[in-house]
């Protein structure tokens, strides 16, 4: 289908996403899957074609560029010539704007350049056994213990899970419905542990995985947001989170369409 909503500058882009994925993504690809997990340094090689985070400031190391339509390109060049379970966008797009909009300018100036970098990955961890469309099920609980928060609870099918350096995690702070908060878990907090990189149907390169909370003491500073605020800060992040998905949907059936029309072309069956 023609589209005219691409200028040259996003031509070149592609050309550039297109060519990092078919050197640097697609080699790997099938390693990927059977081990269930990318490379860490895929995420390294992605921030030093300046990839990641492409919407944050400058002065963090970002390109300052809010432009959706890059990103769109990345994850139709991804489908097509990379390997969508490197889930760049995730990291990017779908949990990096919680620090980049909710953060203070200590947060951001902290967590913000290793992330753009791909030294730090990202994961925002909302799941729970009993908690999935019903976010507001969620029965992870930091306590408010004057010098820290005290974190309890357990997260399943966290995209990034193992990898992860900085989890987005949404605890309960109040016995009212919406009484939720975000925190940034940070790897290696005592209490703070991994489970199992879940098998999955597909993205088999995606790591997926379980993630425990005992006792894990977090930092006042590391409140994301407004307490108590967290049910809406998601539902707004939320919303983006579906064009995303509406963009990689299209892109992994418009490849794999291909793929089929490629194969059905070339073999010969039959006589
Ligand atoms: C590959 C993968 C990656 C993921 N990554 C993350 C991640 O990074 N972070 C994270 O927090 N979570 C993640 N998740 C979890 C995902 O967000 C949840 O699976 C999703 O929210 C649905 O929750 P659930 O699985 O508990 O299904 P349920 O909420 O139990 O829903 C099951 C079915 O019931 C339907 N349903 C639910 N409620 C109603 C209702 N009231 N009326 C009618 N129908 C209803 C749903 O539409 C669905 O079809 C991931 C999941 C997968 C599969």
């Excluded at 991994?194 to 005992?214: C, H, I, P, V, Y």
Aim: net charge negative.
């Amino acid at each position: 289908m023609d589209r005219n909503i691409f200028e040259d500058e996003h031509e070149m882009f592609r050309d550039a996403a297109r060519s990092f994925y078919t050197n640097e993504v697609l080699p790997h690809s099938e390693r990927w899957r059977e081990q269930g997990i990318v490379d860490r340094d895929a995420f390294l090689k992605a921030g030093e074609q300046g990839m990641l985070l492409m919407w944050a400031d400058e002065k963090y190391g970002g390109a300052g560029v809010h432009d959706f339509r890059y990103e769109q390109i990345l994850i139709e060049e991804i489908a097509k010539y990379g390997d969508p379970g490197f889930f760049m966008t995730l990291h990017s797009r779908l949990v990096g704007p919680y620090i980049g909009e909710l953060g203070t300018e200590e947060q951001k100036a902290r967590w913000l350049p290793k992330c753009i970098s791909g030294e730090h990955i990202l994961a925002v961890a909302i799941t729970e056994a009993g908690a999935g469309s019903d976010v507001s099920g969620v029965r992870t609980k930091a306590e408010d213990k004057g010098d820290h928060y005290l974190l309890n609870g357990s997260k399943t099918f966290i995209s990034n899970g193992i990898l992860a350096d900085l989890v987005i995690v949404v605890a309960r702070t109040d016995s009212s419905r919406h009484g939720l908060s975000l925190f940034v878990v940070e790897r290696g907090m005592e209490g703070f542990e991994r489970g199992k990189n879940l098998k999955k149907m597909g993205m088999k390169s995606q790591d997926t995985a379980e993630l425990f909370f005992n006792n894990v003491k977090i930092p006042k500073e590391n409140l994301l947001g407004e307490w108590n605020r967290g049910f809406y800060q998601l539902m707004h992040f939320l919303a983006e989170e579906r064009l995303l998905g509406a963009c990689q949907y299209l892109a992994n059936a418009e490849a794999a369409f291909d793929a089929t029309m490629e194969y059905t072309q070339e073999r010969k069956a039959f006589g």
